[in-house]
Nanobody, 121 residues
Framework: QVQLVDAGGGLVQAGGSLRLSCAAS????????MGWYRQAPGKQRELVATVSSSGSTNYADAVKGRFTISRENAKNTVYLQMNSLKPEDTAVYYC???????????????WGQGTQVTVSS
């Protein structure tokens, strides 16, 4: 069994910073891409940023220059450093990872439970 636990959300004023983390645990053989997504009330879940197993990153236009994604492979953990936060960044943030377990020949997507980020104006 595989579990992703994300944390680090909270309430912050506009212009502030938060750092999210997501740790994968369980029967993990290898991890492919990891990423962060967010879902605001009444909106669809959207991509925020991804990082490949080799460290290549990809960002949504709305967060470029403000957010930084990174991963620590030895700890099966992905981070999202969020700076210069805006009220429109308010959402539930979810991490996702492509994971192959020791008992599987293919990768499957696993999701964290979500962490709330609220940015006040």
């Amino acid at each position: 069994q595989v579990q992703l636990v994300d944390a680090g959300g909270g309430l912050v004023q506009a212009g502030g910073s938060l750092r999210l983390s997501c740790a994968a645990s369980g029967n993990i053989g290898s991890i492919n891409a990891m990423g962060w997504y967010r879902q605001a009330p009444g909106k669809q879940r959207e991509l925020v940023a991804t990082v490949s197993s080799s460290g290549s990153t990809n960002y949504a236009d709305a967060v470029k220059g403000r957010f930084t994604i990174s991963r620590e492979n030895a700890k099966n953990t992905v981070y999202l450093q969020m700076n210069s936060l805006k009220p429109e960044d308010t959402a539930v943030y979810y991490c996702k990872a492509g994971i192959r377990t020791y008992s599987s020949a293919r990768f499957y997507d696993y999701w964290g439970q979500g962490t709330q980020v609220t940015v006040s104006s």
